[in-house]
């Protein structure tokens, strides 16, 4: 009776062997018949030719799932604060700070000092005519006559230009010796050489005192009044 039983068992695992093998068998040789898909447009007939050489109940349609949702974990941070920055509130009627305007009295004022001017001294010592001029020992009160205030000469080559012909007006003088006195330097004007005494008529008015010399290098001479 086992032994039945072990013969029974064992042709019916053959026949179940044989069963597989003949389906698998049937399945490669449709795989191989099956015709490769041609991309690109078609005709229809073409198209049916394929379709009727395609057996597609046996095989599987895969379906593509659905997209996974992923759940979007809300953040905890809290909303950013907005850029715009609000103007101060200004109440109607409500009392403001006043500011302190500085008085101008508290400025101190600027004094502007104009600078003194210069002073040039100048000591006659010699009186004569154009004989005391000509020895070049400094200034000379030269005599004009009645009339006329002190007329003081020197050559300009011996000083003259250097101690009247950069006289501006202005400046003060001191003078001392035969002639003194502190004066102030007004007009100069410019005579020929050699000239004479209506040429100073060219002052519109008469000095105090006059300092005269020539021009270097000119045939004109330069006479400072002193008032």
């Given at each position: 009776?086992?032994?039945?039983?072990?013969?029974?068992?064992?042709?019916?695992m053959s026949?179940?062997?044989g069963?597989l093998?003949?389906?698998?068998?049937?399945?490669?040789?449709?795989?191989?018949?099956?015709t490769?898909?041609?991309?690109?447009?078609?005709?229809?007939?073409?198209?049916?030719?394929?379709?009727?050489?395609?057996?597609?109940?046996?095989?599987?349609?895969?379906?593509?799932?659905?997209?996974?949702?992923?759940p979007?974990?809300?953040?905890?941070?809290?909303?950013?604060?907005?850029?715009?920055?609000?103007?101060?509130?200004?109440?109607?009627?409500?009392?403001?700070?006043?500011?302190?305007?500085?008085?101008?009295?508290?400025?101190?004022?600027?004094?502007?000092?104009?600078?003194?001017?210069?002073?040039?001294?100048?000591?006659?010592?010699?009186?004569?005519?154009?004989?005391?001029?000509?020895?070049?020992r400094?200034?000379?009160l030269?005599?004009?006559?009645?009339?006329f205030?002190?007329?003081?000469?020197?050559?300009d080559?011996?000083g003259?230009?250097?101690?009247?012909?950069?006289l501006?007006?202005?400046?003060?003088?001191?003078?001392?010796?035969l002639v003194?006195?502190?004066?102030?330097?007004?007009?100069?004007?410019?005579v020929?050489?050699?000239?004479?005494?209506?040429?100073?008529?060219?002052?519109?008015?008469?000095?105090?005192?006059?300092?005269?010399?020539?021009i270097?290098?000119?045939?004109?001479?330069?006479?400072?009044?002193?008032?």
């Amino acid at each position: 009776m086992r032994k039945l039983r072990s013969i029974v068992l064992a042709a019916f695992m053959s026949m179940i062997v044989g069963i597989l093998a003949s389906g698998f068998t049937q399945e490669a040789q449709t795989l191989v018949e099956v015709t490769p898909l041609v991309m690109g447009p078609s005709s229809p007939e073409v198209s049916a030719a394929a379709d009727a050489k395609i057996d597609y109940s046996r095989h599987e349609v895969t379906t593509i799932a659905a997209p996974i949702q992923v759940p979007i974990r809300k953040s905890s941070e809290p909303p950013a604060a907005s850029l715009e920055i609000d103007a101060p509130t200004t109440h109607v009627g409500a009392s403001q700070p006043s500011r302190q305007v500085p008085s101008v009295d508290a400025v101190p004022a600027i004094v502007v000092t104009a600078p003194e001017p210069e002073t040039r001294y100048v000591n006659v010592a010699l009186a004569g005519g154009q004989s005391v001029v000509d020895q070049g020992r400094g200034p000379v009160l030269f005599p004009l006559g009645d009339g006329f205030p002190p007329y003081i000469a020197e050559h300009d080559m011996t000083g003259g230009w250097a101690r009247f012909g950069t006289l501006r007006a202005g400046m003060k003088v001191n003078l001392s010796g035969l002639v003194t006195g502190s004066y102030t330097v007004g007009q100069i004007i410019t005579v020929p050489k050699k000239s004479n005494t209506n040429e100073l008529k060219a002052f519109t008015q008469m000095p105090k005192v006059m300092l005269q010399t020539c021009i270097p290098g000119t045939s004109q001479m330069i006479v400072v009044g002193l008032y």
